[in-house]
């Protein structure tokens, strides 16, 4: 049930809250998980508050109460990664073998590969691909507001 709550801005609020060292006022969620308004971010603050993932302590800022696995996604410490990702680096050992054996086939002459190795080396390739760039685009989705950020703070120094 958490778990259909989370997307989007709520989800970002969630992530940034989940990598804060100290407890985040309502401004610091606006700047942080790049929202529009303080407003904004208190309506996405009070929906994890009423989902029990967060608690307001007594100073009026917000603390994680509760971190929950996410459904297409990973902790890794601080990090929500997608377990597309994962499952692209298990393609990418398949495809490092398979491609270990056809040049390892170039070295040793009595070594003969079969079309249909060829075949699955393709299919293999392809797969990681897909893997990786679906990954990478839900990555992007929980990360992109941070690098926005980032960017932008790096602007104002200058």
Do not use: C
Request: charged share 20%.
């Amino acid at each position: 049930m958490v778990n259909n709550e989370l997307e989007g801005n709520t989800l970002s609020v969630y992530v940034y809250i989940v990598r804060a060292d100290e407890p985040v006022g309502t401004r610091d969620v606006t700047r942080g998980a790049v929202l529009s308004s303080t407003s904004v971010a208190y309506r996405h603050l009070q929906k994890l508050e009423n989902l029990g993932l967060i608690e307001k302590n007594s100073y009026g800022n917000y603390l994680l109460k509760q971190k929950i696995n996410i459904n297409g996604y990973v902790w890794v410490g601080k990090n929500l990664v997608p377990r597309l990702l994962f499952y692209s680096f298990f393609f990418l050992g398949a495809f490092a073998a398979e491609t270990s054996t056809l040049l390892l086939s170039l070295v040793i002459k009595s070594l003969v590969i079969e079309v249909s190795f060829l075949f699955l080396t393709a299919m293999t390739l392809v797969t990681m691909i897909l893997f990786i760039f679906e990954g990478l685009v839900l990555y992007r989705k929980i990360s992109s507001k941070r690098v926005e950020q980032s960017s932008k703070n790096d602007e104002y120094k200058n």
